[in-house]
C-alpha cells in the first residue's frame, strides 16, 4: 500500500459529461502529480500541485482541470468527455524525497 | 528535454530463465533520478528501485538487479530466475528532484511455466 488514495477505482460515463477523480496524498506529502495513462500515449504527465499551488503542467487538455485543496487531497475534473479520454488516471504524491508514490489510479471509460 | 526509450516492446521467456530489460536515458540534467516501476495485470504501479546520477553502484536486492551506466546513458534491470508472477509490464523513468516523471513506453514480460 503506497498510502495514495484515489476514487473511485472505476468511472463509466457518457461522451460530453464531466466528472471529478480525487487523490487523497500520503500523510506529509506536499506535492501531488495526475499522470494519464492510455494505450497510445503511454504514461503523461498532466499536472503538478505543490501546496496547493500549480507548480509544472504537462500535455493537460484545456477541458481538463485539476487543484489541490488547503488539506492536500487533490482533484482532477474532466469535462466534454470525449471518447479518447478513456484512460488510467494516477495521482501520485512525493515528500522530502525524490520519489513519488502512485495511486492505484481511476479506470475511466467514456461511452 | 528529457527522454526514456526502453526498445524492447515484449519479452517472453520461460520461468527460471533469466532476463535483462533495456532503459536508456536523455538528459541535459548534471543531477536527476532514475527509477524502475512494475506494473502488474492489477494495474497499479509498483515502485521497485531509485537511482540518483551520482550513484553509479549496481544494486542487487534478491532476484532483482540493476546496472546503472551515465558512461552509456542506461539502467537496466536484471530479473534473474523468472518466475510467473514477474509477468507484468515494466516502466524505466526518469526525472529531476521534485519534479514530473518522464517514462519510457514500457516493456511486456511474460514469464510462462
Known amino acids: 500500500d503506497s498510502g495514495v488514495t484515489q476514487t473511485p477505482k472505476h468511472l463509466i460515463t457518457a461522451t460530453g459529461q464531466r466528472v471529478t477523480l480525487r487523490c487523497s496524498p500520503r500523510s506529509g506529502d506536499l506535492s501531488v502529480y495526475w499522470y494519464q495513462q492510455s494505450l497510445d500515449q503511454g504514461l503523461q504527465f498532466l499536472i503538478q500541485y505543490y501546496n496547493g499551488e500549480e507548480r509544472a503542467k504537462g500535455n493537460i487538455l484545456e477541458r481538463f482541470s485539476a487543484q489541490q485543496f488547503p488539506d492536500l487531497h487533490s482533484e482532477l475534473n474532466l469535462s466534454s468527455l470525449e471518447l479518447g479520454d478513456s484512460a488510467l488516471y494516477f495521482c501520485a504524491s512525493s515528500g522530502s524525497g525524490p520519489q513519488a508514490f502512485f495511486g492505484q489510479g481511476t479506470r475511466l471509460t467514456v461511452v | 528535454a528529457q527522454k526514456v526509450t526502453q526498445a524492447q516492446t515484449e519479452i517472453s521467456v520461460v520461468e527460471k530463465e533469466d532476463v535483462t530489460l533495456d532503459c536508456v536515458y536523455e538528459t541535459r540534467d548534471t543531477t536527476y533520478y532514475l527509477f524502475w516501476y512494475k506494473q502488474p495485470p492489477s494495474g497499479e504501479l509498483v515502485f521497485l528501485i531509485r537511482?540518483?546520477?551520482?550513484?553509479?553502484q549496481n544494486e542487487i536486492s534478491g532476484r532483482y538487479s540493476w546496472n546503472f551506466q551515465k558512461s552509456t546513458s542506461s539502467f537496466n534491470f536484471t530479473i534473474t530466475a523468472s518466475q510467473v508472477v514477474d509477468s507484468a509490464v515494466y516502466f524505466c523513468a526518469l526525472s529531476q528532484y521534485g519534479n514530473k516523471l518522464v517514462f519510457g513506453a514500457g516493456t511486456i514480460l511474460r514469464v510462462k511455466s
Open positions: 537511482r540518483n546520477s551520482f550513484d553509479e
